[in-house]
């Protein structure tokens, strides 16, 4: 039996910038009664508060609950209060860099929108997001702007010329996140491994975007069984199937 499931946020346990469903809700809590859960996307932390911790039960099943911003480029535990365990953030010159960088692939590529709801461009510290249509940008806008990831993919190839020291990855529905070298979902997963002391064999990670570029595809290029998901319904069936699991586990050890 796993020890540890990791998720994604955006595009897999709630829409883009959504909140957890009252579903999703109990089911993320009826898992954190069985196993450790972790969380990991491109958003910071005000984010996982709002679209995750606002709709959990604040008791203690939270101490089973790992929460990674930014891609893992920051680590947060519970115990009686959140507590940040790192954060690798930019250096001034390197958050110019890239932004330098953005603006330069964005005109490049020439996929301006007409109209933007927000910032464009988002400094999280350890990581920079560049969101198409803004930060704030309806959910039925953001689906219709790059369905197949053909926009982002031009300017993800661009942006790999421009700052080949940088990991640059797509994420949500109109975002494409970059960190500092290594410093992605995959390490994110390995700073699981040393701070729960759970190793890789014992993980499933769950996430929308596990294809090559995508910011979920780190976590499988580092060997933690991955289950590939089109959106919060697949998940809630996965984590049902994983509840019963564990519930049938334990009807058997009691007979």
């Not at 009826?30 to 959990?56: C, M, N, R, T, Y």
């Not at 109109?174 to 997963?189: E, F, V």
Request: glycine letters at 10%; a neutral charge.
């Amino acid at each position: 039996m796993k020890k540890l499931i990791v998720f994604d946020l955006d595009g897999t346990l709630a829409e883009s910038k959504s909140s957890l469903d009252p579903e999703m809700a109990m089911l993320l809590t009826s898992l954190l009664k069985e196993v450790k859960v972790a969380i990991i996307s491109g958003g910071d932390w005000p984010q996982f508060e709002k679209q995750i911790l606002a709709h959990l039960p604040h008791d203690d099943g939270l101490a089973n609950l790992s929460m990674l911003p930014t891609c893992g480029t920051k680590f947060y535990s519970y115990a009686a209060g959140w507590r940040k365990i790192y954060s690798e953030d930019f250096t001034p010159h390197q958050s110019r860099q890239i932004n330098g960088a953005l603006t330069q692939a964005i005109e490049q590529a020439g996929f301006k929108p007409p109209k933007v709801w927000g910032n464009v461009i988002e400094n999280r510290g350890s990581q920079i997001t560049f969101s198409a249509l803004g930060q704030q940008a309806p959910l039925e806008e953001k689906e219709k702007w790059d369905p197949d990831y053909g926009k982002r993919k031009q300017i993800k190839a661009i942006l790999d010329t421009l700052l080949p020291e940088f990991s640059v990855r797509m994420g949500g529905a109109t975002s494409i996140d970059i960190t500092k070298p290594g410093i992605d979902k995959a390490y994110g997963i390995k700073k699981l491994t040393e701070i729960l002391g759970i190793s890789m064999d014992d993980m499933i990670f769950i996430g929308d975007a596990l294809f090559p570029g995508g910011n979920d595809f780190p976590a499988e290029q580092a060997g933690v069984v991955s289950i590939p998901v089109k959106g919060p319904g697949e998940t809630k069936k996965v984590i049902q199937g994983i509840v019963a699991c564990f519930g049938g586990n334990q009807k058997s050890m009691a007979a």
